[in-house]
């Protein structure tokens, strides 16, 4: 569980800096951009990798029981997290709609895990990603207003959905093999 903790930490600490302009400021000088770019990337993976680790070591804790019945809205939460995700990247009209796509999609994604994973390892990963979301999506609120954007064409809305559908697709047909639950099986 230290893994998974310390992962959490310093991947979602590392994501708070942009909300820091001081101290971001501050390392931006100091180590110019591209050397703090290297190592905001170099720490994330970091991160990230204390995070994969650290969840499959774990020892199972039970803390709850999920309801399988809740497996179906798992799966339209994460088909939606999947669809929102590229939305944040690919200049298209549901950015125009979706204000913080991308933190919305994490979100969308914890909260799908959450209703289907109940020992404490997955409650500190998808709880503190959904925290880590809803916190992100409250204090950009508070920076600044999301800049209104000009249409799009619809086919721009059309490669967000498809990128979406596709990793979507992707990662549920290797669900299995990556993180030994299959996604495809509803029994």
Same mark, same amino acid.
């Given at each position: 569980?230290?893994?998974?903790?310390?992962?959490? !930490? *310093?991947?979602?600490? $590392?994501?708070? %800096?942009?909300?820091? +302009?001081? @101290?971001?400021?501050?390392? =931006?000088?100091? &180590? /110019?951009?591209?050397?703090?770019?290297?190592?905001?990337?170099?720490?994330?993976?970091?991160?990230?990798?204390?995070?994969?680790?650290?969840?499959?070591?774990?020892?199972?804790?039970?803390?709850?029981?999920?309801?399988?019945?809740?497996?179906?809205?798992?799966?339209?939460?994460?088909?939606?997290?999947?669809?929102?995700?590229?939305?944040? !990247? *690919?200049?298209?009209? $549901?950015?125009? %709609?979706?204000?913080? +796509?991308? @933190?919305?999609?994490?979100? =969308?994604?914890? &909260? /799908?895990?959450?209703?289907?994973?109940?020992?404490?390892?997955?409650?500190?990963?998808?709880?503190?990603?959904?925290?880590?979301?809803?916190?992100?999506?409250?204090?950009?609120?508070?920076?600044?207003?999301?800049?209104?954007?000009?249409?799009?064409?619809?086919?721009?809305?059309?490669?967000?959905?498809?990128?979406?559908?596709?990793?979507?697709?992707?990662?549920?047909?290797?669900?299995?093999?990556?993180?030994?639950?299959?996604?495809?099986?509803?029994?």
């Amino acid at each position: 569980m230290t893994s998974l903790l310390l992962g959490l !930490i *310093v991947f979602i600490g $590392l994501h708070q %800096l942009p909300g820091l +302009p001081t @101290l971001r400021g501050f390392l =931006l000088q100091r &180590l /110019g951009e591209g050397s703090y770019k290297g190592a905001f990337s170099l720490a994330a993976l970091v991160g990230l990798g204390l995070i994969v680790y650290g969840k499959s070591v774990a020892q199972s804790v039970h803390v709850y029981t999920p309801l399988e019945d809740l497996r179906i809205a798992t799966t339209l939460l994460v088909l939606a997290a999947f669809v929102l995700f590229p939305a944040s !990247i *690919v200049p298209c009209n $549901l950015r125009r %709609l979706v204000h913080h +796509p991308q @933190l919305i999609a994490v979100a =969308l994604w914890a &909260l /799908g895990h959450l209703l289907v994973n109940g020992d404490l390892a997955s409650v500190l990963l998808f709880g503190g990603f959904l925290g880590f979301a809803v916190n992100g999506i409250v204090s950009a609120n508070r920076r600044a207003k999301v800049p209104g954007l000009d249409r799009k064409p619809l086919m721009a809305d059309l490669a967000a959905v498809v990128i979406g559908l596709a990793a979507w697709a992707a990662l549920s047909w290797f669900h299995d093999q990556l993180f030994g639950v299959s996604v495809l099986a509803f029994s």
